[in-house]
T-cell receptor, first 113, second 111 residues
Framework: ELKVEQNPLFLSMQEGKNYTIYCNYSTTSDRLYWYRQDPGKSLESLFVLLSNGAVKQEGRLMASLDTKARLSTLHITAAVHDLSATYFCAVDMQKTSGSRLTFGEGTQLTVNP | DTEVTQTPKHLVMGMTNKKSLKCEQHMGHRAMYWYKQKAKKPPELMFVYSYEKLSINESVPSRFSPECPNSSLLNLHLHALQPEDSALYLC??????????FGPGTRLTVL
């Protein structure tokens, strides 16, 4: 059974600081996604990582994937309050009949002024 | 049209009621999904439809009954639900076995 572990689960940080969220998974996969969820809202796709060594950047967020280590990271640079949200990684155990996402528990990020 | 829509946004129902959730996408995606999300938890996969056929059922109780009338539409029929079924129900679609796009969700309360 695939297990996906995120840490930390809660992160409180000051504006302007840097931090990294980690996502470990237990079974071989080369497809991993990062989503953002604001309270009471749906999931917004942030990054799609489809191969070993993939690195994607958007604004103050950068995601990477190491399939050999079964590890993905989401790095936050110079955090701002607008980044406060819950971040989920999701590993795809793809099937020919559609993808099958298993989510981590989520990291609740609070950026304080 | 590049989004997944869901109706209703909110639904309150009694344990003896029958209701349905609706999901629609016009992106030509061939796979559609239902997820259940409890507060402060990650989404949990319930059903996957591929080419309008049910391909994955994650051992969901029979009081939840999915239906895919055509390639753009996905329904979730609800009957005799329990209070613990109260949650956010998310629909998603994908072009194939890749990135999923989520709808806004239906917040369900079972009294």
């Amino acid at each position: 059974e695939l297990k996906v572990e995120q840490n930390p689960l809660f992160l409180s940080m000051q504006e302007g600081k840097n931090y990294t969220i980690y996502c470990n998974y237990s079974t071989t996969s080369d497809r991993l996604y990062w989503y953002r969820q604001d309270p009471g809202k749906s999931l917004e796709s942030l990054f799609v990582l489809l191969s070993n060594g993939a690195v994607k950047q958007e604004g103050r967020l950068m995601a990477s994937l190491d399939t050999k280590a079964r590890l993905s990271t989401l790095h936050i640079t110079a955090a701002v309050h607008d980044l406060s949200a819950t971040y989920f990684c999701a590993v795809d155990m793809q099937k020919t009949s559609g993808s099958r996402l298993t989510f981590g528990e989520g990291t609740q990020l609070t950026v304080n002024p | 049209d590049t989004e997944v829509t869901q109706t209703p946004k909110h639904l309150v129902m009694g344990m003896t009621n029958k209701k349905s959730l609706k999901c629609e996408q016009h992106m030509g995606h061939r796979a559609m999904y239902w997820y259940k999300q409890k507060a402060k938890k990650p989404p949990e996969l319930m059903f996957v439809y591929s080419y309008e056929k049910l391909s994955i059922n994650e051992s969901v109780p029979s009081r939840f009954s999915p239906e895919c009338p055509n390639s753009s539409l996905l329904n979730l029929h609800l009957h005799a639900l329990q209070p613990e079924d109260s949650a956010l129900y998310l629909c998603a679609s994908s072009p194939g076995d890749n990135e999923q796009f989520f709808g806004p969700g239906t917040r369900l309360t079972v009294l």
